[in-house]
T-cell receptor, first 114, second 115 residues
Framework: DAGVIQSPRHEVTEMGQEVTLRCKPISGHDYLFWYRQTMMRGLELLIYFNNNVPIDDSGMPEDRFSAKMPNASFSTLKIQPSEPRDSAVYFC????????????FGPGTRLTVT | QKEVEQDPGPLSVPEGAIVSLNCTYSNSAFQYFMWYRQYSRKGPELLMYTYSSGNKEDGRFTAQVDKSSKYISLFIRDSQPSDSATYLCAMRDGYSGGGADGLTFGKGTHLIIQP
């Protein structure tokens, strides 16, 4: 299994630009999570989906952030417009609805907004 | 007050030492307690998990949960340089309806094992 796939791995953009992060969960997993990691705040849950439907988006910092999951194998996290304080590592994770629900994390996207 | 507190370190110990990593939490609803290991520039990987109180052992690793004190620990015996990483505690509620839920993480402790 290829694991959770995220792209791009690194993104450098200027303030005000739109940024789109992408995630492909592990096949057969019906839950998908987006987290953000910074030195100051650690790893924080932004939003998660079950069967492509957003379940909890209370962690999304503001309206500039949006997430979609058009099908079971693809999700996007979009920031528009981006700001320097959005600089962080964004992780996607997936799990099944069975058993313990271990979350498998992708390698992350390191975003730098200048 | 953040829901989960964890000393960021760094914690530096010589190879072969016993390592103790800890987290405290404030939410009594937490029932599942996990330890993730994160190597530099990688995603977190689950190391161990415990449900409710008690101990769990897996090779050189032991996880302890004391719900009365809202305190969890991870012990590493015979530490190796390859154990050098950031260790994050994570927690979530128990639930009656089934289904997964997001995790609440500590900030992570950076551990360095000196050869």
């Amino acid at each position: 299994d290829a694991g959770v796939i995220q792209s791009p791995r690194h993104e450098v953009t200027e303030m005000g630009q739109e940024v789109t992060l992408r995630c492909k969960p592990i096949s057969g997993h019906d839950y998908l999570f987006w987290y953000r990691q910074t030195m100051m705040r650690g790893l924080e849950l932004l939003i998660y989906f079950n069967n492509n439907v957003p379940i909890d988006d209370s962690g999304m910092p503001e309206d500039r952030f949006s997430a979609k999951m058009p099908n079971a194998s693809f999700s996007t996290l979009k920031i528009q417009p981006s700001e320097p304080r959005d600089s962080a590592v964004y992780f996607c994770a997936s799990t099944t609805g069975q058993g313990f629900h271990e979350q498998y994390f992708g390698p992350g996207t390191r975003l730098t907004v200048t | 007050q953040k829901e989960v507190e964890q000393d960021p370190g760094p914690l530096s110990v010589p190879e072969g030492a016993i390592v103790s990593l800890n987290c405290t939490y404030s939410n009594s609803a937490f029932q599942y307690f996990m330890w993730y290991r994160q190597y530099s520039r990688k995603g977190p990987e689950l190391l161990m998990y415990t449900y409710s109180s008690g101990n769990k052992e897996d090779g050189r690793f032991t996880a302890q949960v004391d719900k009365s004190s809202k305190y969890i620990s991870l012990f590493i015996r015979d530490s190796q340089p390859s154990d050098s990483a950031t260790y994050l505690c994570a927690m979530r509620d128990g639930y009656s309806g089934g289904g997964a839920d997001g995790l609440t993480f500590g900030k992570g402790t950076h551990l360095i094992i000196q050869p």
